[in-house]
Structure formats: C-alpha cells, structure tokens
C-alpha cells in the first residue's frame, strides 16, 4: 500500500487489489505523519472496495482511526449500484457545530466571565447520560423526529432566521419515526436540551481575527465580537439507531456477491428495504439533533441576558449557521462530466458548498457556505467558506475539526500530575465541565493543530479561511 504525494496538500494510494476507486488523502506533510501509525490508510483503502462508490474514498486532514469508515473520510456513492453504511455515517448521527454572534465585545463582559460560565454550566445539562428539562411524550418526541428545528422553533426556542441559517434548515423531510426502536426513542425522551459528553462542548469565544473582510461582514463578523459555538449531536437516541443498523446489517456481510473487507462496513444497497429503513432512521436522528443544538442556543441567549441584565435586542444574538459532520445525504454532483445522484457519506467531515449552491440560503449564495471548524478549548477555533474546487473534487466536502492526535487514555496518562484547568486559566480560558476525566481526556494536546490543518484545506483549495476565533469559556460533559 505506497501512499504518493501529487502536490503539497494531496496524497493518494493509486486503485489495485479489489479497490474500486482510488483512496485520496488531503492533508500537509507534518499531519499525515501522525496517521501513518494506525489503521485510518487501511480503513480508507476498504472503504474504496465497496460496491457503487464513485471518484475516489477521500480523507480530510483531521483524519483518525474510526469504525469502519475514518473519522474524517468522504465517500460518494451511485445511488442505483452503491451502499448506504451506518459505519460510513458514524454512532452520532447528525454530531454537528453551531455558532452563534453577538453585538457585545469581551471588554463588555470581561468581568463577568466568571458568572456567565456558571450560569451556562447550569442551564446547559453535561455529561454522560445526561437529562434536560423537557419530558416528551412518544407522542411529542416523534414530531421532533420527523420536524426537525421548526418543532423547536414552533415552541418558542429561538428565532426564524436560526433555521434559514441550518444546513437543510434544520430538517431531513424523509424522516419516518416508525423506523426508530422503542429503546432509542426512550434513550431519547429524556435527552433533548442536553450536551453530552465526549469532544462535545459549548464556548463562549471572541473573535480574534478576520482573514476575508467580505465574506466576515455577510456572515456578521467583526474583531472583537463576542462568539458562542456548541458541538453536540443526536445522544443516545442517535447511538442506539445506528447501533440498531449496524447489528441487522453485520447479519448479511455479503453485497452482490462479495465479502466486506471488515464487518465493520455492514452496509445495505441504497435502493433496498433495509437500505432505505436505515436512511429514513438516520435522517429522524438527524432531526433530533437539529432539534436539540436549536434548544441549546436558546438556552444560551438566556444566560446571556440573565447574567448581564440585558434585552435580546441588547444581546443581538445573531445564529452565524449549523453544519453537520456525521451524515449521509442524496445530493447532485457532477462525476465524469454527468450530474449524477449521489449518497455522499461525510463522517468527521463537512459539507462545503460553494458560491451560487441551488441549496444555500440567500444570504450566502454569494459568499459559499458558511464552514465552522471547532479546534481544541485551549486554542482556536475556525469559521471558512465553501469553494467550488470543493464541488468538483469532494463532493463539496471538507474537514470538520482538528481531530484527535492522541486516544483518551494516552490523554489522561500525559495529564496525570497536571492541572488541565490552571493550564486554561493561564491563555484566559475558564472551565466547566462534568466529570473526574473529562479535561484530561479533552486536553489541547490531545488533539492536531487546528491552524495547520484549516490551512491544508485552504491550500488545497476546497476551503478558505474567513475569520479565528478564541476560547474565552468552555463548557464540557
């Protein structure tokens, strides 16, 4: 398996064996190195063997090891002839970033940092297992699953312009929640309004930097601006639906007569029953997740304008955009010079649609996709837009974070005598968080530099960087 450099952000590992497509990676020279020890090449090269896919498997420069498929990979698949996967999509369905932007600057609320991180510690619920406030009837908890968004927003959380502002505005239509198991609907009765816990967070940020002036100032950007950007998904709702697929689909391993390369890529062809049961699962997860970041957002204007005694008007708590990174859509792209119908499966990746997309809202049809890359709570965050060199050689895909350099327990081991909390304190950064493990195992060090990797997509073109962020306050589970 030789992996060859074609220019300086693009490496391949050419089609032989029983590959069917190329396996593409993007990425700098100094942040391959860090994957070239585990298994993340090999899974890319399996996933490049599955029936239907089409151009090429592709990995993101935030790649890492994953089930089945990498964190961070990209595959497009013929809609006639390919598979639909769980392990392709990822246990949390729909795991996505929002941001948020608001009229006040830190000087504002420097002081009271302290008093806004406790407020948001305790109208956000954290941690493993987690509950919310809001106690959903089977009923109530279905028409979250099939509306998406607009059933938060129908309820009081938010405003209108937060779903023209969320990747297929807040809602997959295909949704069926009579595909959803009464375990994961019961995981899920209790966890709407939660965070989580894991990588997921809320921060409160600031804008510390403008890289393109004219596309900040479309996406209500400016230097100095107060920042809030949460990650979270679907919970266990969304962990048990995948799980569910995954144990029907590991029971027939073989697709048009030929065995997976690892039982981890139980799949099923798009157009068959189960196929498309797991679809219309997939996207009522989705929804739940939607559902679930609008919720938090809400709950975060709250304490905005509790801790700071101040109107919504005042706050001007604008929603900037919500994408997904766990998620497999039908989309129109062009492969071999013919628009085809394609199942674009993004894991650890995000969508990255350029200037003029029929599916981007009117406020960014001249500025691309707005593309929020959250790196680790220490650091620095990142807002890009989308680019059509994208649309041409991803799938209008790009990366979705830094990634992890290091697995939780080698993060709780280069902790041990540490404290993680004085370590954030000193680059001005106030935690919370819930748990005995949770800032050791979620340390800066643990994951890639996010500033190399946002400028491996920009140098290979299928992104450009519009403004950095900066932690000011984290909340984890």
């Not at 779903?163 to 505005?169: F, G, P, S």
């Not at 929640?177 to 609907?185: E, F």
């Not at 697709?255 to 390369?261: F, K, Q, S, V």
């Amino acid at each position: 398996m030789e992996l060859i450099q074609i220019d300086s952000y693009r490496w391949e590992i050419q089609k032989s064996g029983a590959m069917r497509v190329p396996a593409r990676i993007y990425s700098s020279e100094r942040l391959i190195e860090a994957v070239k020890q585990d298994e993340t090449f090999r899974q890319l090269v399996n996933v490049a063997q599955l029936p239907g896919i089409l151009s090429a498997a592709l990995a993101m420069p935030d790649m890492h090891w994953g089930y089945g498929f990498p964190i961070g990979g990209v595959a497009g698949f013929d809609c006639e002839e390919g598979v639909i996967s769980p392990g392709g999509v990822g246990y949390d369905i729909n795991c996505g970033v929002r941001l948020a932007v608001t009229r006040l600057t830190h000087e504002e609320i420097r002081t009271r940092m302290d008093h806004l991180a406790d407020c948001l510690y305790q109208k956000i619920p954290t941690g493993v297992g987690s509950t919310g406030t809001l106690k959903l009837s089977n009923a109530d908890l279905k028409k979250v699953l099939k509306q998406g968004s607009p059933w938060a927003l129908s309820r009081g959380y938010g405003e209108g312009a937060d779903i023209e502002h969320t990747e297929d505005k807040g809602c997959m239509p295909d949704a069926d929640p009579n595909t959803i198991s009464k375990r994961a609907m019961e995981r899920g009765r209790r966890q709407l309004g939660t965070l989580g816990s894991g990588n997921h967070f809320l921060e409160v940020g600031v804008v510390e930097k403008i890289h393109d002036q004219a596309v900040a100032d479309a996406f209500g950007l400016a230097e100095g601006l107060v920042t809030v950007l949460l990650h979270t998904g679907s919970r266990g709702l969304g962990h048990q639906t995948c799980d569910d697929f995954l144990a029907a689909m590991t029971r027939n391993l073989n697709i048009d007569g030929m065995a997976l390369p690892d039982r981890q890529l139980a799949c099923a062809k798009i157009g068959s029953a189960a196929g498309i049961k797991y679809y219309r699962a997939m996207a009522c997860a989705a929804n739940y997740a939607w559902t679930n970041r609008q919720i938090l957002l809400n709950n975060a204007r709250d304490a905005f304008q509790q801790v700071l005694g101040i109107s919504p008007r005042d706050l001007g708590m604008k929603q900037v955009y919500d994408i997904c990174h766990n998620i497999a859509k039908f989309e129109q792209h062009t492969v071999e010079g013919k628009i085809r119908r394609v199942c674009v499966h993004r894991k650890g990746a995000t969508r990255a649609f350029p200037p003029g997309h029929p599916d981007l809202c009117e406020d960014f049809k001249k500025t691309g996709q707005p593309i929020l890359i959250p790196g680790d709570m220490g650091t620095a965050s990142y807002v890009l837009a989308g680019t059509q060199r994208a649309m041409d050689e991803t799938f209008g895909s790009t990366c979705h974070g830094a990634g992890r350099l290091m697995s939780r327990n080698a993060a709780k081991k280069s902790a041990k005598g540490r404290s993680i909390e004085k370590e954030l304190l000193s680059k001005g950064v106030i935690a919370r968080w819930t748990g005995k493990s949770t800032l050791a195992e979620e340390m800066p060090q643990a994951y890639k530099d996010v500033t190399e990797v946002v400028h491996a997509v920009e140098g290979s073109g299928i992104s450009k960087i519009v403004a950095r962020l900066r932690p000011l306050a984290v909340i984890k589970g």
